[in-house]
């Protein structure tokens, strides 16, 4: 079974401070991770995906294979990242199971 | 074209009442996808197409549920008898099969619905 999991669903952090969000995943293949967002009022997005290795808005994730692990992070954390954050994990899209499995989110809130 | 789309936006119906939302993908994206978002979850994966085939179909689709594409290009989710237990935010999202950004899916506003 595939689950993703991210123990924090409200996050606080002051403005300038660094972001770390956390997302712990599960799969017995080679899984594809991403991270997807959620502004307020708005549509879920993709922010990150691992195997593109880019740099979006500041943040980076890492796949960790070893800890399972994709964590998100931010060195200094904006106003504007305020809003909700899922990790999601699916199979290989070339080898099926595609489906998207989100974890439950993480609520951001930027202290200004 | 702007992205996906989903009509209704927001449904309001009585229990036992049937439903039926649309999603409209992005022109040339082949794979379409529904998931299901209740208060404080993440989306949850109901089904998907390759252009009009169904390929696969979460446990969460039961035999109340429907969803066709029988053009291969817009979707209808029906929902028949509805029970309160359907009130959820329905998700509806799509990409191009191949192309590099691996299984990047770009998602719908969504439909909101209550079961009163």
């Known amino acids: 079974a595939q689950r993703v999991t991210q123990p924090e669903k409200l996050l606080s952090v002051f403005k300038g401070a660094p972001v770390e969000l956390k997302c712990n995943y599960s799969?017995?293949?080679?899984?594809?991770l991403f991270w997807y967002v959620q502004y307020s009022r708005q549509r879920l997005q993709l922010l990150l995906r691992?195997?593109s290795r880019e740099s979006i808005k500041g943040f980076t994730a890492d796949l960790n294979k070893g800890e399972t692990s994709f964590h998100l992070k931010k060195p200094f954390a904006q106003e504007e990242d305020s809003a909700m954050y899922y990790c999601?994990?699916?199979?290989?899209?070339?080898?099926?199971?595609?489906?998207?499995?989100f974890g439950t989110g993480t609520r951001l809130t930027i202290i200004p | 074209d702007t992205g996906v789309s989903q009509d209704p936006r927001h449904k309001i119906t009585k229990r036992g009442q049937n439903v039926t939302f649309r999603c409209d993908p992005i022109?040339?994206?082949?794979?379409l996808y529904w998931y299901r978002q209740t208060l404080g979850q993440g989306p949850e994966f109901l089904t998907y197409?390759?252009?009009?085939?169904?390929?696969?179909k979460s446990r969460l689709l039961s035999d109340r549920f429907s969803a066709e594409r029988p053009k291969g290009s817009f979707s209808t989710l029906e929902i028949q008898r509805t029970e309160q237990g359907d009130s959820a935010m329905y998700l509806c999202?799509?990409?191009?099969?191949?192309?590099?950004?691996?299984?990047?899916?770009?998602f719908g506003p969504g439909t909101r619905l209550t079961v009163l």
């Open positions: 999601a994990l699916s199979g290989r899209s070339n080898f099926g199971n595609e489906k998207l499995t």
């Open positions: 197409f390759q252009n009009e085939a169904q390929l696969e």
């Open positions: 691992h195997i």
């Open positions: 999202a799509s990409r191009r099969q191949g192309t590099s950004g691996g299984n990047e899916q770009f």
């Open positions: 022109s040339e994206h082949n794979r």
């Open positions: 799969y017995s293949g080679s899984p594809e």
